[in-house]
């Protein structure tokens, strides 16, 4: 079986293997009846923003096949509920829901649809929370972690872990995370969890560092205390904001652990729980490299992120019951190997004359220019940093009369490199799947078939989740009749006011807390405050109901 498996994986995208792939995808999204026993670990792995062209170039840069390849297993539609190019809010909504949603929501319900082929949401649901795969792991009694390479609470590492309506909601993200109660969490955005005056710090005065160490975790700050920990709840806190990329740690920021070294040490720490674990990694800083049309900066993060593939690859390999997921949520860039340059010299120009001038750089363009001095007398010494070197009278001119450095540094590498780029923001296209383990999809799906896929691994049901997990507060309670108010004492931490004959009960926003008559409650679930009404798990309402 391992040998078929392997010649299936080295044949994944032959056009003679299309039945297979439609057949294989009908299964997954339930056309056939046959039973799939639930694996015990799931990990899912995103790199944001990564063209088919940024992995080709990748693996051209590395001179060998990219741990990815062997994972190749089909393709995924992006697009969102509105727009044939998504952002990444709606795109990692949509991967860990199973629902595609609007521009900066994180796992909510669209208020718009326009796509063609999806049905309208009602009314009364639209921008309504809707449950994520970390959320039902948990529930399932498994160990959950969440890993990125930029603040933690980012829009992609948030559509795992949060609900709030708008990817900037830094502080909201940031307390739904804390109160998830997930149990490795690592990554930057530190600012985010503690009060201040910067523009993540909390406003709300709250410390979320202070609750961390309350619930236990031990709170890692470097690579070193991250290798040290012996902890079953880890929360690392690497930067401020995002860490650094790639190619640039070992001269800026060399005790910020890797996406490997992370990813390594999640599974070690969540394989201990006997029930198995959900891991969600991201690499989160191709897409901004894509966005500075940075080729190196491309290259770094890929590569960066193929490393912890492989890691969890490895562990897939030794644990049997372990699927692997691993998908770009959307193109960007429009990235291609061939620029006007080689319209008619194509077909004899060689890989080198792509890659070589790559090879010079010794930092991303971020990085480049970062070492900049203010006066830019050391102008020429950034460009041989960024690959840049024996410039031409014409390119020192375009250095010296630059107003956009890096627009015009990426600008000139990409001419020597012989690359294109058709845009500074997302792209539209199908991205690559790469799936590895039991019960892996094969063929073309939408991304919000993916969540249900990891689901049914996990044996639990979305559906039945959400009903679980989110239910109308005010309708519910009245049901049982009870009364229903906000207090709005702190526009910044809004309260769910219930009472219920000499019963009072109260539900702060953003945490998974309920208070009755002063006693506090911990809930399976977090309170959200979405399209003006409060969504509250299920169990909070029998509790009430039963209270006395």
Do not use: C
């Not at 620029?339 to 790559?358: G, M």
Request: zero cysteines; aromatic letters at 6%; glycine letters at 8%.
């Amino acid at each position: 079986m391992r040998h078929l498996s392997q010649k299936i994986l080295s044949l994944a995208l032959v056009g003679s293997l299309a039945v297979v792939f439609l057949n294989f995808a009908i299964v997954e999204r339930g056309g056939a009846k046959k039973e799939q026993k639930p694996v015990k670990n799931v990990i899912m792995m995103v790199m944001d923003g990564t063209s088919a062209g940024a992995t080709t170039l990748a693996r051209w840069y590395k001179g060998e096949p990219l741990a990815l390849d062997e994972m190749a297993s089909g393709a995924v539609r992006t697009y969102s509920a509105e727009s044939a190019i998504t952002d990444s809010a709606p795109a990692a909504t949509a991967l860990a829901t199973g629902f595609k949603s609007n521009d900066k929501y994180i796992g909510i319900l669209p208020s718009v649809v326009t796509s063609p082929g999806l049905q309208p949401i009602p009314k009364d649901e639209a921008m309504k929370p809707v449950a994520n795969v970390l959320e039902g792991a948990k529930l399932m009694g498994k160990s959950t972690g969440i890993i990125a390479t930029s603040a933690i609470q980012h829009a992609t590492p948030a559509g795992f872990s949060a609900h709030v309506t708008h990817r900037n909601l830094f502080e909201e993200i940031a307390e739904q995370q804390v109160y998830q109660n997930i149990d490795v969490v690592l990554g930057g955005g530190k600012d985010a969890l503690i009060p201040g005056d910067g523009k993540n710090n909390r406003k709300d005065k709250e410390n979320m560092l202070e609750v961390i160490e309350e619930k236990g975790y031990d709170i890692v700050e470097t690579r070193e205390q991250l290798f040290r920990s012996k902890s079953d709840k880890i929360w690392g806190v690497f930067a401020n904001d995002a860490l650094a990329q790639h190619m640039n740690r070992p001269y800026t920021r060399p005790n910020e652990p890797t996406l490997a070294e992370m990813t390594k040490k999640a599974l070690q720490t969540l394989s201990k729980d006997k029930d198995g674990f959900f891991l969600f990694v991201e690499g989160s800083q191709p897409d901004w490299a894509a966005h500075a049309n940075d080729p190196v900066g491309i290259i770094s993060e890929v590569l960066a992120f193929d490393d912890a593939v492989e890691e969890a690859v490895a562990f897939a390999k030794k644990n049997r019951d372990t699927l692997v997921i691993a998908v770009s949520d959307h193109g960007n860039s429009g990235i291609t190997i061939g620029n006007r340059n080689t319209d008619q010299s194509y077909p004899e120009t060689p890989v080198s004359a792509y890659i070589d001038p790559l090879k010079k750089a010794k930092m991303t363009l971020e990085g480049a220019v970062s070492q900049l001095k203010e006066d830019q007398s050391n102008l020429e010494e950034v460009a041989r940093l960024y690959g840049l070197d024996d410039l031409s009278a014409e390119e020192k001119q375009k250095l010296v009369e630059s107003t956009n450095m890096k627009k015009t540094l990426a600008e000139l590498l990409a001419a020597r490199a012989n690359l294109g780029f058709t845009t500074g923001g997302h792209t539209g296209e199908d991205v690559f799947l790469y799936s590895y383990g039991p019960n892996r999809p094969i063929g073309t799906f939408e991304n919000s078939d993916l969540a249900r896929i990891m689901a049914k691994a996990m044996g639990f049901s979305l559906t039945e989740l959400n009903k679980r997990l989110f239910v109308d507060a005010e309708k519910e309670f009245q049901k049982i009749g009870a009364t229903v108010d906000i207090d709005r004492t702190d526009e910044k931490n809004l309260a769910l006011v219930v009472k219920k004959g000499s019963t009072i009960a109260k539900f702060p926003v953003n945490k998974n807390i309920m208070i009755i008559n002063d006693k506090t409650y911990e809930l399976e679930g977090i309170v959200i405050y979405s399209a003006n009404k409060f969504w509250i798990p299920n169990q909070a309402v029998k509790m009430l109901k039963q209270a006395k």
